[in-house]
T-cell receptor
Framework: AQSVTQLDSQVPVFEEAPVELRCNYS??????LFWYVQYPNQGLQLLLK??????LVKGINGFEAEFNKSQTSFHLRKPSVHISDTAEYFC????????????FGQGTRLTINP | DSGVTQTPKHLITATGQRVTLRCSPR?????VYWYQQSLDQGLQFLIQ???????AKGNILERFSAQQFPDLHSELNLSSLELGDSALYFC????????????FGPGTRLTVT
């Protein structure tokens, strides 16, 4: 079984500041890792994914994440945020073998202040 | 627009009732997933169907059931509703070629009074 812990439930930052949203996971098997974003009153949208290869993955809207196997982490970063990045961000894992089901963290609400 | 449609957008019903939520996946996607999002439980996987067959089951209550029809649309049936079933229910679809890349619909907000 897998589990995901998002260490911050809310992160407020000023516009154009850098941001890091933290995610740690637990799994007894190898996993794929994902970040999804949920804008207000919308469904979730895939930001980026780590399947294999380079541990630094780039996604849409200028976001990137780094997979750290030893620390079982997959933190999301953006060097300069914009008001439009205000949303809820979900880290998720999926076991490489077995059912293709996503296990989500509790979410981090990112609020961008002008 | 993800290409996944869900109806209805909102549903208000009383305890003990039964409702059906409908989902149409993206064109060509064979897999459909159902998720429940609530304040206390977060986003939880309920069930997956692939080309009409149940593929995986998560934290789905016995009062809940789902099916996927030959045209690939899916329905989630919730019965004997309780106040605690109030939540946002999402449907997602995917192509099998890319693990975890799921396309989510806008959700159905269920309120049980």
């Amino acid at each position: 079984a897998q589990s995901v812990t998002q260490l911050d439930s809310q992160v407020p930052v000023f516009e154009e500041a850098p941001v890091e949203l933290r995610c740690n996971y637990s799994s007894s098997v190898s996993v794929y890792l994902f970040w999804y974003v949920q804008y207000p009153n919308q469904g979730l949208q895939l930001l980026l994914k780590y399947l294999s290869g380079s541990t630094l993955v780039k996604g849409i809207n200028g976001f990137e994440a780094e997979f750290n196997k030893s620390q079982t982490s997959f933190h999301l970063r953006k060097p300069s945020v914009h008001i439009s990045d205000t949303a809820e961000y979900f880290c998720a894992v999926m076991g490489i073998q077995g059912a293709q089901k996503l296990v989500f963290g509790q979410g981090t609400r990112l609020t961008i202040n002008p | 627009d993800s290409g996944v449609t869900q109806t209805p957008k909102h549903l208000i019903t009383a305890t003990g009732q039964r409702v059906t939520l409908r989902c149409s996946p993206r064109s060509g996607d064979l897999s459909v997933y159902w998720y429940q999002q609530s304040l206390d439980q977060g986003l939880q996987f309920l069930i997956q169907y692939y080309n009409g067959e149940e593929r995986a089951k998560g934290n789905i209550l016995e009062r809940f059931s789902a099916q996927q029809f030959p045209d690939l649309h899916s329905e989630l049936n919730l019965s004997s509703l309780e106040l605690g079933d109030s939540a946002l229910y999402f449907c997602a679809s995917s192509a099998t070629s890319v693990p975890g890349e799921q396309y989510f619909g806008p959700g159905t907000r269920l309120t049980v009074t």
